[in-house]
């Protein structure tokens, strides 16, 4: 069955230090890429996909993740992260044929000021 | 454009009890989803709908869950009889397309079963 891997349950970093949350899955055929992220005491929403091209994916807020097909990878980075980058990190993955989309279990961002 | 919006936020029954939510997407959005979000795990699809039909509902526990969707609008969950283990956020989402578009979230409806 198709699954999601998040391997940081809870990541602690200081303002200015450089962020890289990892994502492997577990389907090997053509796949829709997702981040999602949820802010303290907002609803989640959309960080940025990937559906096809370029394999490294710019999104909102300096985010950017890189999808490597021979890795099962898609994982999310930020060069210099900041307080209100304080929030949960959800990879989420929906295979090309198909419509479901499947969530990790999430990783806890806490930014130190 | 509004948002996804879910009632109530916050719902206390004890266990054997039933209980609703109620979900109402995004304008002119035809896809329709309930997630199930247990404390430190990553939102589980129950049932996802196509409009008013279902598109999927394999993991829906449909010994005690049921769902529907009017009109191919708002939507209803309901839990009957409510266990322990139902103890969750649910969350309701929508999307314009089934496979290319991203899901927008409502709040969420946060389950404590006693």
């Known amino acids: 069955a198709q699954s999601v891997s998040q391997h940081n349950h809870h990541v602690i970093l200081s303002e200015a230090a450089s962020l890289e949350l990892g994502c492997n899955y577990s389907?090997?055929?053509?796949?829709?890429l997702f981040w999602y992220v949820q802010y303290p005491g907002q609803h989640l929403q959309l960080l940025l996909k990937?559906?096809?091209?370029?394999?490294l994916v710019k999104g909102i807020k300096g985010f950017e993740a890189e999808f490597i097909k021979s890795k099962f990878s898609f994982n999310l980075r930020k060069p210099s992260v900041q307080w209100s980058d304080t929030a949960e990190y959800f990879c989420?993955?929906?295979?090309?044929?198909?419509?479901?989309?499947?969530f990790g279990k999430g990783t806890r961002l806490h930014i130190l000021p | 454009e509004a948002g996804v919006a879910q009632s109530p936020r916050y719902k206390i029954i004890e266990k054997r009890q039933s209980v609703a939510f109620w979900c109402n997407p995004i304008?002119?959005?035809?896809?329709l989803y309930w997630y199930q979000q247990i404390l430190g795990q990553g939102p589980k699809l129950l049932i996802q709908?196509?409009?008013?039909?279902?598109?999927?509902d394999s993991q829906l526990p449909k010994d005690r869950f049921s769902a529907e969707r009017l009109k191919g609008v708002d939507s209803t969950l309901k839990i009957q009889p409510a266990k322990l283990e139902d103890s969750a956020v649910y969350l309701c989402?929508?999307?314009?397309?089934?496979?290319?578009?991203?899901?927008?979230f409502g709040n969420g409806t946060r389950l404590t079963v006693t």
């Open positions: 989402a929508s999307s314009l397309d089934r496979r290319v578009s991203p899901l927008h």
């Open positions: 389907y090997g055929g053509t796949v829709n």
């Open positions: 990937y559906f096809s091209g370029d394999p």
């Open positions: 989420a993955v929906n295979e090309g044929r198909d419509d479901k989309i499947i």
């Open positions: 304008s002119g959005h035809a896809t």
């Open positions: 709908f196509q409009n008013n039909g279902v598109v999927d």
